[in-house]
């Protein structure tokens, strides 16, 4: 037998490649879905490390912006033991409305008493809001609060600049909304007997006709082909929080003119005054 004749035959060099890259891509499959569990892993972690920060009877802070998301946020924390102290609303500079919403302050005070919390407001430009919103947070501070919620569900620099505000004011920032599916979310919403108006919507994004509609089932439904947040939690719509298991009884307000400002259709809300009394 020849030298050349005892030599194995030349490797499938093609074949070889081709088996080598079906193993790359099972790995790296392999290695997306174990990155894919292990981001809704620390997830659901990191939501249940912020809702366990609250011990029972401990009093929270929340931003308060009158509407669903700050609403539901606070209540979510409550069920873990926190205790309503304070809610902080920055007003526009006349100090009649509240900055994000348009609410009259009138109906944010209505909604503070029926939590059995303080309001603390700041009235601020756009320009000045970030100084003003730590002022407020250190007035928080000093009546013995070390923790604010905030009712974001996404956008990592929403949470970036509320944990530094907080950080800025010696508290520590809670966000027990975040990263809910918004579906689920809107529907818990719901079941939790949360009654949420609809004041706000973004021009040529949703309907002008949903303004004064509350959140239902129906809401949902009509809201789905329209290709939005269903929580608007992009800034589709806003809403105004006019019961809830949070408040001793209803806020009863009356709705006012509609109002396109800088892009945004706004529904004017009124505060029944005579309501409450009646109901006292």
Not at 129 to 136: L, R, T, W
Request: one cysteine or more; glycine letters at 8%.
């Amino acid at each position: 037998m020849s030298p050349l004749s005892a030599c194995p035959p030349p490797p499938d060099r093609v074949g070889i490649r081709s088996e080598l890259a079906g193993r790359s891509a099972a790995h790296i499959s392999v290695r997306s879905a174990l990155r894919s569990t292990l981001r809704s892993a620390l997830t659901r972690l990191e939501n249940g490390a912020f809702r366990a920060a609250v011990t029972a009877g401990k009093p929270v802070a929340c931003s308060w912006s009158g509407g669903k998301d700050s609403a539901f946020a606070l209540y979510r924390t409550l069920q873990d033991g926190g205790r309503p102290a304070a809610l902080v609303t920055m007003l526009t500079e006349d100090g009649q409305r509240s900055r994000s919403h348009g609410i009259h302050r009138s109906i944010l005070e209505a909604q503070a008493q029926r939590v059995g919390a303080a309001l603390v407001v700041r009235a601020t430009s756009w320009t000045t809001y970030e100084d003003a919103f730590v002022d407020a947070l250190r007035e928080v501070r000093g009546m013995g609060i070390t923790e604010c919620v905030f009712g974001d569900i996404n956008f990592d620099e929403n949470r970036a600049w509320e944990e530094q505000v907080c950080r800025a004011a010696e508290l520590s920032a809670l966000l027990p909304l975040w990263q809910l599916e918004r579906e689920a979310y809107v529907g818990d919403l719901i079941r939790h007997g949360f009654r949420a108006k609809v004041i706000a919507v973004k021009n040529g994004t949703i309907p002008k006709n949903f303004l004064g509609r509350e959140i239902d089932q129906a809401l949902v439904r009509d809201l789905r082909p329209l290709a939005v947040d269903i929580a608007g939690e992009a800034g589709e719509y806003h809403t105004l929080v006019i019961d809830c298991p949070l408040f001793d009884s209803p806020v009863h307000v009356e709705d006012g003119d509609a109002v396109l400002r800088d892009g945004v259709w706004f529904l004017d809300q009124h505060y029944d005054v005579g309501t409450r009394a009646e109901n006292l």
